[in-house]
């Protein structure tokens, strides 16, 4: 009786924690996007720290590239994920993301970009709607509800 006591009581203090965990008030690491994205039924593949995609060197320490594919999205899109420190870094580097995309987007019309900020992935679309709603919702559960 002592013991499944001491067991409800152990497991209680876990579920509170995870719920602590869920309801971040920071924003996640990659590890963590990436564990949103395969929530949502996203895989992720083929990571490369360092990848902005273009020669900007103040984008570059921020940025990971990676191939991503699921839901209703059937082809591999290269993604280009940049992860600033914080809200005001977000907000006084987000037009040079556009800027950067430049180098890798073949056709503007199919530009995707979807922000979350502290975050912002962009890549060559088109994207299919449920694949980008995902990404959206990962994103947003990622950036927590710090500023």
């Known amino acids: 009786m002592v013991l499944a006591l001491g067991m409800a ?24 996007i990436v564990n949103e994205f395969a929530r949502l039924g996203i895989g992720v593949n083929h990571v490369v720290s360092g990848d902005a995609g273009c020669d900007d060197r103040t984008l570059g320490p921020t940025a990971i590239a990676f191939d991503a594919k699921g839901l209703d999205q059937p082809t591999i ?35 995707e970009a979807v922000d979350g900020a502290p975050f912002v992935v962009t890549s060559q679309g088109p994207w299919g709607p449920q694949f980008e709603a995902a990404v959206r919702q990962a994103l947003t559960a990622a950036a927590g509800s710090s500023d």
């Open 77 to 111: 899109v290269r993604i280009h994920l940049y992860a600033f420190r914080d809200k005001a870094t977000f907000d006084r580097l987000r037009s040079s993301v556009d800027t950067c995309a430049r180098a890798f987007v073949s056709d503007p019309a199919t530009y």
């Open 9 to 32: 009581v152990a497991a209680a203090g876990c579920a509170d924690n995870a719920d602590n965990l869920r309801a971040s008030t920071t924003p996640a690491d990659f590890f963590g």
